[in-house]
């Protein structure tokens, strides 16, 4: 129902100043032709019908806005949007003067609102300017909200250009307009001395009156404005000091916010990359995320939110980040990737040493798999493994650092301590041996083969920094941990098993390191051997080592199952 009333109300708004543009425009014809016009104007607009259904749409409007204001969580968001906003509350700063000098002074005094009045008026005495302007806040914030409304539709994108064209120069011959009407009046000497009885003495009260009046309009106009930003002030403030947070997990990245907040909000609010194209209103739907953990804390779906997704079929752990307001903690993928950050690019990561876990998966028998199966089967196998373990390494928390063909680097502990770290390593090495069996059952179904992998994790010292030209940089980690790490891969491969765990990974998580067998590792670096137990099964932790890690029945939505 807002979003509808929304809607109208703006057409009507947009309807008004568009005729209204258009009535400067037909200056350029004559003075005759656009006082014609706008006497005709005049009568639709202040019957009684016309006149409730303009300051009606005006009024709805306005309070949506305000409280759309007040609802909002964070300004982070796209220039255009911020532009749109702003000029939607700059436009009625501009408009209550006008409408004070014209409608009011009909109301109250009965002086016309033509353009012999007007316009002369405001080039006699050198304030046209703000007549120019008093509508651009108007039509840019109308143009934007229709590209909002209507930038996914096919037809708009084909004709963009030509609406373009159209909303620039619609402006442009209105101000060439009312420019052409104030050069006929200035050769009118009838026009010359109406505008200066107006301006004497004998008209004093009625021009105090207005000036009251409009100075009375806009201290209730910036009463309002500031009193929904103190609320929403205290509203945030309240919601921090409550402690009533919730935690929603990222691929990479944890974030607590206040309850209340939607995903797209939090996105915004801590610089992570988003997409986001119809400004939050459930239109578009490519702010889309899968939410793989942390199912109970999701309100049900609102009418506008599951409209969109009926449309695009979407299945039922998909929701709308800006509409999903989490109740408790949880787990999001988003789901149509953007490689740009919401808005500002956060401070850049700065090489530093630091004790980090490196895990790597190996695919050991990729040239196996090549020699019996077409290069399209082998590719879709690549997609379904890659596609898997990243998705188990980002439920854990961890960072990938690069895939190759046969290897998958990731790290975990870039923002947490080692303890925590070696903790979520050892959870994405049980995630991905489920991974690694479910996928293996297809396959064994469909081909009747099998993927095997080595898992190593080493926790270690490396210098840990971002690398690349592109947006974003890729994460690396360069010393001794990575080169241990090498070293177990090999002792893995050599040995046959599936998980190559050094001892410090378990001393670092607290836990006993499970039956295996023991074997001492030559380090690259350092003179003292790497103690690393060698298991066909990945270890079972006591507990998940955070909450909203993808459970088992996530990971099999993830592949469509």
Not at 129 to 150: D, K, S, T
Not at 325 to 347: F, K
Not at 389 to 398: D, E, K, M, P, V
Not at 545 to 552: I, M, Q, T, V
Request: aromatic share 8%; proline share 6%; net charge positive.
């Amino acid at each position: 129902m807002r979003r509808s009333l929304r809607l109208a109300s703006g057409l009507v708004l947009f309807t008004y100043i568009t005729a209204h543009l258009i009535n400067h425009a037909l200056g350029l014809v004559s003075l005759k032709t656009a006082e014609a016009a706008l006497e005709f104007a005049v009568e639709v607009w202040s019957s009684p019908l016309g006149t409730v259904l303009l300051y009606g749409a005006f009024a709805i409007h306005f309070v949506l806005a305000l409280w759309s204001v007040y609802e909002r969580r964070t300004f982070r968001l796209p220039p255009l949007e911020l532009l749109r906003i702003a000029l939607g509350f700059t436009l009625p700063i501009m408009l209550i003067g006008h409408a004070a000098n014209t409608r009011l002074a009909w109301e109250l005094f009965g002086m016309p609102s033509d353009y012999a009045r007007v316009v002369a008026t405001l080039w006699f005495t050198d304030t046209q300017g703000m007549q120019l302007g008093v509508m651009a806040p108007g039509w840019v914030h109308g143009c934007l909200g229709l590209h909002f409304l209507l930038n996914r539709r096919p037809l708009y994108r084909k004709l963009r250009y030509v609406l373009f064209a159209f909303a620039l120069l619609i402006p442009v011959f209105s101000g060439l307009g009312f420019i052409a009407m104030a050069r006929e009046l200035s050769a009118s000497t009838a026009a010359a001395a109406a505008v200066t009885d107006y301006l004497g003495p004998e008209h004093a009260a009625e021009r105090a009156a207005l000036a009251q009046w409009r100075n009375g309009l806009l201290l209730g106009y910036f009463g309002l404005i500031g009193a929904i930003f103190v609320a929403r002030a205290v509203r945030n403030a309240l919601e921090r000091g409550r402690r009533h947070l919730v935690t929603i997990s990222y691929p990479g990245r944890t974030v607590r916010v206040p309850r209340g907040w939607s995903v797209l909000e939090a996105s915004r609010s801590f610089h992570l990359p988003h997409a986001s194209m119809c400004g939050g209103r459930a239109r578009c739907s490519t702010c889309r995320v899968r939410v793989s953990a942390g199912e109970k804390a999701c309100p049900p779906a609102a009418p506008d939110e599951r409209k969109a997704l009926e449309r695009i079929g979407a299945p039922p752990d998909v929701r709308l980040a800006c509409q999903l307001r989490p109740q408790g903690d949880l787990s999001v993928i988003p789901l149509v990737r953007t490689e740009r950050p919401n808005y500002r690019p956060a401070s850049p990561r700065r090489s530093a040493e630091r004790e980090v876990v490196v895990l790597y998966c190996d695919f050991l028998n990729r040239a196996e798999l090549a020699a019996d199966h077409m290069p399209q089967d082998l590719l879709y196998v690549l997609t379904l493994y890659i596609e898997g373990l990243s998705n188990a390494i980002r439920a854990a928390r961890g960072m990938l650092s690069y895939i190759e063909l046969d290897s998958l680097c990731a790290l975990f502990g870039l923002e947490r301590d080692p303890a925590r770290a070696a903790r979520q390593a050892l959870q994405a090495a049980g995630t991905i041996e489920q991974v690694m069996a479910e996928l293996n059952e297809r396959l064994g179904r469909q081909w009747n083969c099998k993927v095997t992998l080595a898992v190593s994790i080493h926790l270690g010292r490396a210098v840990v920094g971002e690398i690349g030209a592109f947006d974003p940089p890729a994460v690396i980690a360069i010393g001794e941990a990575v080169d241990a790490t090498n070293a177990l891969r090999k002792a893995a491969a050599a040995h046959g098993a599936a998980f190559a765990i050094s001892q410090a990974v378990y001393a670092a998580a607290g836990l006993d390191p499970p039956p295996g067998e023991e074997i001492m590792v030559a380090s690259p670096t350092k003179a003292a051997a790497i103690p690393v137990v060698l298991s066909a099964t990945a270890p079972v932790l006591p507990a998940p080592a955070a909450p909203g890690l993808a459970p088992r029945a996530a990971l099999q939505r993830l592949w469509g199952q």
